[in-house]
């Protein structure tokens, strides 16, 4: 079922046998013509068009792609620019995942599938099996992967999301995309895996294989939801990804003594069901204070020795769960907060080696401290 994804080499008259014969038919005299409207090059959200060779359908003639269209249409605006019909599907694969202009004709809606636009941070709910087994395999996927990954992102083949969908729909085959019960889980570890160098790993045994993704080497599951990943000292190198906010019963994850770079991003907090972070050991940068204290079932976390910045907030109170803060040789500054002090489990704290300034404040004589460490900072006044 996999879908050409370079640019065409041959007109809609060429063979559709490349194209799956699920695909929907369509005859010239169906197509929309052409409006004035022109053709936006860049997405509302700032991204670029794209202009994938995916089939739309199956024409008498032939396969029937974006570039047709385009053709056939006759537009006279740049290069990579799409028309976005009234049509979920074409509008989807064709251009921005946007609301389509009301002043374009539709198609029978039998005749293409619809698909849901703009990623949304909780996936909606799948198709129903009997709705989806109609459906084309490559369809099902963009449909299901946009609900976490913006398209344009999803369809251009220098990402590690566009790696995890072509190995979902070309090598992944026997997993069936109408009742498999994690899809968005799997696709969300093998992003984890093209992104940070999979191949390359020390231990990746069964990952990527045909194996559920429970049976995938450090991954722990209840029944079917990824409860653990525990891939310190692994070999990880490159960014996390927004992806991996879909393990929403994840309890711990371990990526501490790898080559992670970047900032965390936002979605992060996401994950609100994470007991342990470890972090530790790698090259990851910016302010993470926001997110993390959105964490609230966190009862320990470890970001020592990166290169996180910015100041503890006062929203770290949130955290009354916390017994390890393990935050050491980063380049962490300002004073500590007095909300400190609301954190009464909390029993080690490791803050040396940072650019933490003023005095200690008195609320830290709440905590249920065991350790302390914060020299080489330039703190003052006396331990609480």
Not at 112 to 130: I, M, Q, R
Request: contains cysteine; hydrophobic residues 30%; charged residues 15%.
């Amino acid at each position: 079922s996999a879908s050409p994804t370079g640019p065409p080499t041959s007109s809609p008259s060429s063979s559709p046998s490349a194209i799956p014969s699920s695909a929907p038919t369509l005859r010239p005299s169906e197509l929309p013509s052409s409006t004035s409207d022109p053709c936006p090059t860049i997405c509302s959200n700032g991204a670029h068009v794209l202009r994938p060779n995916l089939p739309l359908a199956v024409t008498p003639d032939g396969p029937f792609t974006c570039e047709d269209y385009d053709s056939l249409i006759k537009q006279s605006s740049p290069p990579n620019c799409p028309r976005e019909l009234d049509l979920d599907f074409v509008a989807l694969v064709c251009g921005c995942p946007t609301q389509t202009p009301s002043t374009i004709p539709s198609l029978n809606p039998s005749e293409f599938p619809s698909v849901t636009a703009s990623p949304t941070s909780t996936p909606n709910p799948t198709l129903s099996p009997t709705a989806c087994s109609a459906r084309n395999r490559t369809e099902v996927l963009l449909e299901t992967f946009s609900q976490v990954t913006d398209l344009a992102m999803l369809l251009d083949p220098n990402t590690p999301q566009n790696e995890a969908f072509q190995w979902m729909d070309e090598e992944s085959t026997s997993t069936d995309v109408c009742t498999y019960p994690s899809l968005l889980q799997r696709y969300s570890l093998a992003v984890l895996y093209f992104s940070t160098n999979g191949d390359s790993w020390r231990s990746s045994e069964n990952w990527l294989s045909n194996q559920t993704e429970c049976e995938w080497q450090n991954i722990t599951c209840d029944n079917t939801a990824a409860l653990q990943i525990e891939l310190e000292n692994n070999g990880l190198e490159g960014n996390l990804q927004s992806e991996l906010r879909v393990l929403s019963q994840l309890r711990v994850m371990t990526l501490n003594q790898n080559d992670l770079e970047g900032v965390l991003f936002q979605q992060f907090s996401e994950l609100d069901a994470l007991e342990l972070l470890d972090l530790e050991e790698n090259a990851l940068s910016g302010d993470p204070w926001s997110i993390l204290t959105n964490m609230t079932s966190l009862t320990s976390l470890r970001l020592s020795f990166n290169t996180f910045t910015g100041q503890i907030p006062s929203d770290i109170g949130q955290l009354t769960g916390l017994v390890d803060l393990w935050a050491a040789s980063n380049r962490i500054s300002g004073q500590l907060p007095t909300t400190i002090g609301q954190l009464s489990t909390l029993q080690n704290l490791l803050l040396y080696s940072n650019e933490l300034t003023g005095t200690l404040p008195s609320e830290l004589g709440n905590c249920d401290l065991g350790i302390f460490l914060a020299y080489s900072n330039s703190l003052n006044g006396t331990i609480p």
